[in-house]
């Protein structure tokens, strides 16, 4: 089955603690991204990486880091310098393609993080 | 600003009847559209994309863009109690990377037996 998976499902930090979510496709897709959802708000993008070794800041970065080593995967550590981390955390994926339409992005099925 | 708006709902619906979302966007000139469904506690699912002005139908489900007036609006006809869930909005805007979207907040859709 292709598909996207994320772990764990669940995960709890204390404070101080930085935490890495499990981002993983085998879809063969070159991007992959990863947003926060809060209740009542829109997704906000984290980052976002299009291809191997190379990614770019979303609109709200700070206290996130992230790495693409393999084409499967799309690590997302949240540090202890992000302030207000209780979220759900969404990794997707898409095809790449040069000017056009944007394609679909699909997505995991998230890792919901609470600050304890 | 870059926004995409939703009205949050929740929009109550009878089942069997029509469920009309809408959404409206910032940028003039923005080429791509996205419905979204998202069930409680789950993952967005892609309903349909949209990038050309009119109508475009898949099964139940017709999405309808009308660029001069900036906004996506999605039609859910024969609505049934498994279409409960909150429908996101989301668009590529003029000058973004051809990856980034912009999301809507979403609507509640609820469908009453």
């Known amino acids: 089955d292709g598909g996207i998976t994320q772990s764990p499902k669940y995960l709890f930090r204390k404070e101080g603690q930085n935490v890495t979510l499990s981002c993983e496709q085998n879809l063969n897709h070159d991007a992959m991204y990863w947003y926060r959802q809060d209740p009542g708000q829109g997704l906000r993008l984290i980052y976002y990486?299009?291809?191997?070794?190379?990614?770019q800041k979303g609109d709200i970065a700070e206290g996130y880091s992230v790495s693409r080593e393999k084409k499967e995967s799309f690590p997302l550590t949240v540090t202890s310098a992000q302030k207000n981390p209780t979220a759900f955390y969404l990794c997707a994926s898409s095809i790449l393609t040069s000017g056009g339409p944007t394609d679909t992005q699909y997505f995991g099925p998230g890792t919901r993080l609470t600050v304890l | 600003q870059k926004e995409v708006e939703q009205n949050s709902g929740p929009l109550s619906v009878p089942e069997g009847a029509i469920a009309s979302l809408n959404c409206t966007y910032s940028?003039?000139?923005?080429?791509?559209f996205f419905w979204y469904r998202q069930y409680s506690g789950k993952s967005p699912e892609l309903i349909m994309s949209i990038y050309s002005n009119g109508d475009k139908e898949d099964g139940r489900f017709t999405a309808q863009l009308n660029k001069a007036s900036q906004y996506v609006s999605l039609l859910i006809r024969d609505s049934q109690p498994s279409d409960s869930a909150t429908y996101l909005c989301?668009?590529?805007?003029?000058?973004?990377?051809?990856?980034?979207?912009?999301w809507g907040a979403g609507t509640k859709l609820i469908i009453k037996p």
């Open positions: 990486s299009q291809i191997v070794n190379d990614f």
């Open positions: 989301a668009v590529n805007m003029v000058g973004d990377s051809n990856y980034q979207l912009i």
């Open positions: 940028d003039r000139g923005s080429q791509s």
